[in-house]
């Protein structure tokens, strides 16, 4: 058996898929998944790419099959440049404590290192302390610890709202 960490291929989206409902499982937030299939497909790997993954292959006699992945995508800081966005992180818990997290979060940042962004930012449950003191052991800073800032979103009829607002030409 040996576990391979690799860029996603849109063949893998079934795989990304299952590993979503796990984490989402975890957070206690099944219910918050809209996600489908041909979306992630068409999303990641069609004209436009909103997002890449690495995935940690488990081969095993010829056969595959995803036990985690790492999901990000490029944003922008005006202060300080290029910036990686960890969507999501996640390894099935049979995996666990075996170091794959360790090489899918290594892959991001050597991504992150190779194109000269200045962070890889990520967010966090409160409750969930394993992976905050995961992260904390690699170096990360809590924002909302340091400087206070706070995760905002508009979405729904607040969102529609605004749009309709706009007097863009
Ligand atoms: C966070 C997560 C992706 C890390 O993956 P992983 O493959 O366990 O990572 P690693 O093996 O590289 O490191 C795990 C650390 O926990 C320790 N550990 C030992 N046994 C463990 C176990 N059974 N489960 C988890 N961690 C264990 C390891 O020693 C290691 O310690 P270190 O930080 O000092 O290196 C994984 O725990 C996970 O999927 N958690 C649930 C989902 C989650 O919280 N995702 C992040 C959302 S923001």
Same mark, same amino acid.
């Given at each position: 058996m040996s576990i391979i960490v690799r860029e996603a291929l849109q063949t893998d989206c079934q795989g990304i898929m299952d590993l979503i409902m796990g984490l989402a499982v975890y957070e206690k937030m099944e219910d918050k998944v809209k996600m489908k299939l041909e979306t992630l497909q068409e999303d990641g790997f069609g004209n436009e790419k909103y997002f890449k993954c690495f995935v940690a292959d488990r081969q095993e006699n010829g056969a595959s099959k995803l036990i985690g992945y790492a999901l990000y995508y490029f944003t922008y800081s005006t202060w300080e440049g290029?910036?990686? %966005?960890?969507?999501?992180? %996640?390894?099935?818990?049979? %995996? &666990?404590?075996? /170091?794959?997290?360790? +090489?899918?979060? /290594?892959?991001?940042?050597?991504?992150?290192?190779? @194109?000269?962004?200045? &962070?890889?930012?990520?967010?966090?449950? /409160?409750?969930? @302390?394993?992976?905050?003191?995961? %992260? @904390? &052991? +690699?170096?990360?800073?809590?924002?909302?610890?340091?400087?206070?800032?706070?995760?905002? +979103?508009?979405? /729904?009829?607040?969102?529609? @709202?605004?749009?309709?607002?706009?007097?863009?030409?």
């Open positions: 290029k910036c990686i %966005y960890m969507e999501d992180f %996640y390894v099935s818990p049979e %995996y &666990r404590g075996k /170091g794959v997290g360790s +090489r899918l979060m /290594g892959s991001v940042c050597k991504i992150a290192v190779e @194109k000269k962004c200045a &962070r890889v930012q990520f967010s966090v449950l /409160g409750g969930n @302390k394993p992976s905050i003191d995961f %992260y @904390k &052991r +690699r170096g990360a800073i809590d924002m909302t610890e340091v400087e206070d800032w706070h995760l905002f +979103r508009l979405t /729904g009829s607040a969102l529609e @709202k605004l749009a309709a607002n706009s007097n863009t030409v």
